[in-house]
């Protein structure tokens, strides 16, 4: 059975280290690990914004080669969490002008449908289309008018809860650190106990 002096022998050994050293470690580390996921963040915002500057231009290759940055960015840095993720609007909006263009040159209805919802809007806009879609319901015949999914434009792309970079592995080492101020702490005050109540009749 552990001793008396075994048990002090064991605070002592404990207590080489101080909780407030191992206190500053952490804060230390705690800041480090701060700015890491900043910087995670900021590559995700900058990606993201590269891909909807590449959507405005109109380059479909070239918005595919940075949604594959940003996809691969993402799925690869903890805190790079893109809400409810990235919506190529333009896309969207050229490809719905598409599709009215080849209808109403294949179909007077869209013609129809044009000449009542476009003095109701100054621009191309989602209530635009919705009216442009309401008249065209109208009309039996609408076989010509195959509009895009606006689902398709929206990618949500989901960040790892720890990743092995320079973030993911200084938050690591915050837990590690953290974990030894309890363990320490929880130790001691055990030991202590133990002292105290089992071997006072000793």
Not at 16 to 40: D, E, K, P, Y
Request: charged share 20%.
């Amino acid at each position: 059975m552990v001793n008396k002096k075994q048990i002090r022998r064991n605070i002592r050994q404990l207590q080489r280290i101080q909780s407030w050293q191992l206190v500053i470690v952490l804060i230390l580390s705690i800041f480090v690990s701060a700015t890491f996921l900043r910087l995670n963040n900021i590559g995700m915002v900058e990606r993201r914004k590269a891909v909807l500057d590449a959507d405005k231009v109109g380059n479909s290759e070239i918005t595919q080669n940075r949604l594959y940055d940003l996809q691969r960015y993402v799925t690869s840095h903890m805190n790079t969490d893109m809400g409810k993720g990235i919506y190529l609007e333009d896309s969207y909006k050229r490809d719905v002008q598409t599709a009215y263009t080849k209808a109403s040159t294949e179909n007077n209805i869209y013609k129809k449908a044009q000449e009542v919802c476009a003095p109701q809007f100054s621009s191309w806009s989602q209530a635009y289309v919705q009216c442009t879609i309401g008249e065209l319901a109208k009309y039996p015949a609408n076989d010509n008018l195959k509009m895009p999914k606006a689902d398709a434009y929206l990618h949500v792309f989901v960040s790892p809860v720890i990743s092995f970079d320079f973030a993911g592995l200084s938050v690591l080492i915050c837990i590690v650190i953290l974990t030894m101020i309890m363990v320490r702490l929880t130790s001691v005050i055990i030991l202590k106990m133990l002292l105290r109540y089992h071997y006072k009749s000793i």
